[in-house]
Each structure stands twice: as C-alpha cells, then as structure tokens.
C-alpha cells in the first residue's frame, strides 16, 4: 500500500483524510460478528458430509466498525454528487432525487414479479405508458423493456433480426458491419448472436465513409449497426441514404441509442429509416448510472421487426392491463420478469417532468453545453474533426505531444484539479483521444471552472512544467497507478 496519507497509530483515521485497510486487516483475532449460539445436538443430514473442516474466514468485526468500513471507502469514490463527470459516451447526468422517491413508493418497490395481474395494474399501466413515450419518442412502432441494459439490447436487438432473416428464407447472411468507430460492445454482441463483423473505415470527418460501406454491401449482409450521433459526437448527415444503401442490399439497421440524449424530442432515429434502436434508459431518462448497474435497454423496432419482439411484453385491453405471454414469431424471453421495472418507474417520472412540451430541452441543452466546452477548449486542444459537435467534443492530445505529454497525463491532472476525468482513448478511430460529455444538467460556472483546468493544464504544458502532469494525481490517497498490470495481471483475491 503506498501512500502519502500520514495515518497515526490509534486509529485508521488522519485528519479528514482517511487511510482504510481491506477488512480482513481490520480484523479481530475472533469473529465478533456473530453471536448465533452453537448448535445443540442434530439430526443426520445428506448434507453431512460436505460440512466445513475449517472456521470460515470471516472478519471478526462488529456492525459498526464493518459500517464505517464501507461507508469510509464509499467517501473514495467520485460520483455525479460529489462533482463534475464529464465522462463521454456514458452521459453521466444528475439524477433527480424525486425519481429515487417514486422508484420506492411501497406499492411500486414490493410488488413480485409473478403476482397475478389484477393485484399489479397500477405498475402495468406505468410500463404500459412508458412504452408508449419511448415508442414516441424514438419514432418506432412497438418496444419491448425486457433488456436489462444496453449490451443486452444490442443482442435482443441481432436476435430479432437474425429471426427476420430466417423468416425471409435468408438464413446465409451471417455479416455485421460496424464502423470503426462503435463501442466495444457491438461488435461482441454480434458474435454472441452467431454472427460475424466486418468493421467498417470511417472517412476523414470521422463519419461513415458511403463508398466504404458499399464495398461491404452483398449477400452476406445481415445488418449495419450504427450509432448516432456517433461516439465522435458527430451526427450522420447520410444516415437516409446509408440505410437505404443497407436495405437495397437485403440488410436491416440496428441503432446503438446509447446517444439518444443528443436528439430526444428533436429528431427521431425511427424517421431515419432504421429498423430497431436500443435505448440506454440510463444515459437518457434518469436512473443513477455507474459501477456497472442497474440499467435498462428497451428496444424499439419498426413494422419490419415488430412480430419477433420478445415475450412478455404488456398490452392494453379496454381499462385492463394484460401481460402477453405467447406470440407466434417471438424470439421469446430474454428475461425472467417483464424488465427492470424500479429503472423503468424513474424513467417514467422523468419523462413526465418535462413532458412533450419540454423534453426537446434535454438535447438541446446537452448539444449546447457540449459546444460551450468545445469553443473555450478548440485553441488550446487539437479538434480532429470540425465544426459544431452534438452532446459531446472531442480533442486530442496532438498539440501537448511535442511536449511529451499525454492524454493520460491530462487526465490523472484533472482529478487533482477536482475533477473526474473525460473518457480518453475512445474512440479508438482518434489517437489520444479526449471525449468530454458535460450532459444538460451543469451549469454555466461548473463548465467555466472545468474548461479553466483544462486550460490551466495546457498553459502548464506550454511552460514547460510537464513533471507536474507526469506526476498526476498527486492529492488523492491512491497516487497514479499501474493500470496495465491492473487489467494484465489482476489480483482479485486477498491473501494473507
Ligand atoms: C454505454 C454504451 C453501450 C452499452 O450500453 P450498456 O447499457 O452499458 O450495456 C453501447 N454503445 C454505446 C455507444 C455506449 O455508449
């Protein structure tokens, strides 16, 4: 453990700052946790013979020293409460507190997902109703709230369009194209779903090159996946006739919506001529995003995809809600229960705070603070591609290079100037990539104090001052770390 945290011998705590051991070092000789009494006498069990042979390596600490463990290691953390997140791709908002309150209204939170459905109508029709904004609001047909985030939309997604194809008598198409530019993601997912991907140049403006896809476009062809706008936060201005292109070859378009934020209430990706779109529930309408979870990926789908969506899926029958079980071309399940219901009440409540007189704000303030970012940052930092961007910039490190400095070197400077870092080195298409979302809930002064360090930062660089940046982060307890041997050789259990 190296750091610069002075602690003192009497307790894990040192000024404001403090120092946390892993909880097995905190640890009493004898387990205190736990005062069950013994076990008096028993009856023979199957079971018998796996019993323990040894104690369980328990930590023998109390509620209250396990409490201020975790809560202690919590304070480590950098969250949207705690500050500025910036962290392209992954529209890391506010989330407001009252969605929070609604998600745990007693009669939404302890309802059980196999309760018969005259005891849950309320819920049904909350859902009910989402479905129907977010089938609006994308501009699609139908929508299915089975998958439990947007990876797992991406697969349901390929699922009903594998199931089109095969419809179709054309079972040979096999080829997914992705650009270059796509997240990670789309590409796995495609595999997952027995498919194969052909990755696709983008042209000098960091859009999809149009003589580029027609090379691809022939018989193998299953689909396209696309994001956009794309995660260089620029908008395809083609996107008509590229999927125009991808049908007239016998293809269908999946939407990667993880951007939707960019376009909500202002355009609709289902005008634009794709098939279906997944919609990252929580980089767009509420829910706390981060750590991995919990999130939602609805899928939208046009008329084309509509008969493979997923079962059960929830309809309307006079006043009554009812839960559709069997559907004659359904993919099936992707799920044991209808979706991520506490995720899908606050999206509901968000989406009825602004309403359809209002929601178009959401983009056009996100699009705005992203392009306030760029004009202060576009003289100092390297812009690759030019002109207005969406609801994210994008820079580069190319100009602070001559002075040996690097993205990361930017990056790890921010968190001592206060700030979480931007996502760096995605998109991959650009070298030292620097990908800033500031998303619509910052405000003026938050995005002047955060371009002022990026500024700060840069000047330093300019000064020759470069130690400093290579140093970076030098105030928070864990200094700069060895990420590569941290992915490459984990070590994920603790040992004595
Ligand atoms: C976040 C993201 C995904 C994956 O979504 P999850 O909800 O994290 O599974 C896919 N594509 C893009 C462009 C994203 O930013």
């Known amino acids: 453990m190296s750091t610069d945290v002075q602690t003192n011998k009497y307790s894990a705590t040192s000024g404001i700052q403090q120092e946390e051991p892993l909880l097995f070092e905190h640890a009493h000789e004898a387990p205190e946790s736990i005062s069950l009494p013994g076990v008096q006498g028993k009856a023979p069990s199957s079971l018998d013979a796996f019993k323990r042979k040894t104690a369980a390596n328990i930590p023998g600490l109390s509620e209250p020293e396990t409490v201020r463990h975790f809560v202690r290691l919590s304070q480590w953390n950098h969250g949207i409460e705690t500050g500025f997140y910036p962290l392209g791709s992954c529209t890391m908002k506010y989330n407001p507190r009252v969605n929070e309150q609604i998600a745990r209204l007693p009669g939404l939170a302890h309802v059980h997902p196999d309760q018969p459905e005259d005891s849950v109508q309320g819920i049904l029709g909350l859902l009910y109703e989402l479905q129907g904004w977010l089938t609006e609001i994308s501009g699609f047909k139908d929508v299915t709230l089975q998958p439990a985030a947007g990876a797992h939309g991406e697969l349901v997604g390929l699922m009903m369009i594998r199931k089109c194809l095969d419809a179709r008598g054309e079972q040979s198409r096999k080829k997914v194209l992705v650009p270059d530019s796509a997240h990670g993601t789309n590409p796995a997912s495609a595999a997952l779903c027995g498919m194969y991907t052909v990755e696709i140049k983008s042209g000098a403006d960091g859009r999809i090159d149009l003589d580029e896809l027609k090379k691809h476009l022939d018989d193998d062809v299953a689909a396209l996946m696309m994001t956009n706008p794309n995660t260089a936060g620029t908008f395809e201005s083609d996107i008509k006739e590229i999927c125009q292109l991808v049908h007239d070859a016998g293809g269908l378009v999946y939407g990667d919506g993880a951007n939707l934020n960019a376009l909500v209430g202002v355009a609709r990706p289902g005008d634009m001529g794709l098939d279906c779109l997944h919609i990252n529930v929580h980089k767009t309408f509420s829910t706390p995003h981060g750590g991995g979870g919990?999130?939602?990926?609805?899928?939208?789908?046009?008329?084309?995809?509509?008969?493979?969506?997923?079962?059960?899926?929830?309809?309307?029958?006079?006043?009554?809600?009812k839960v559709i079980t069997e559907d004659e071309q359904s993919i099936g399940s992707v799920l044991s229960t209808l979706g991520q219901t506490g995720v899908y009440m606050r999206a509901n409540a968000y989406i009825s705070a602004f309403g359809h007189n209002h929601i178009h704000k959401i983009a056009q303030d996100a699009v705005l603070n992203a392009n306030y970012v760029l004009s202060r940052l576009k003289d100092v930092y390297h812009v690759p591609f030019e002109g207005l961007c969406k609801h994210e910039c994008l820079l580069t490190d190319e100009w602070q290079n001559k002075h040996g400095v690097k993205t990361l070197d930017i990056a790890k400077r921010l968190i001592d100037l206060g700030f979480h870092p931007m996502t760096v080195y995605f998109p991959l298409i650009v070298h030292g990539a620097m990908l800033i979302e500031p998303t619509e809930t910052e405000s003026k002064e938050t995005l002047d104090s955060f371009c002022d360090a990026m500024l700060e930062i840069a000047a330093q660089c300019e000064a020759g001052d470069t130690q400093a940046l290579h140093d970076a982060p030098v105030k928070p307890i864990r200094r700069r770390l060895d990420e590569t041997q941290a992915a490459r050789k984990p070590v994920l259990v603790w040992q004595d």
């Open 294 to 321: 919990p999130g939602a990926g609805p899928v939208a789908v046009n008329d084309t995809l509509k008969p493979f969506l997923p079962v059960p899926r929830i309809e309307k029958d006079g006043d009554v809600f």
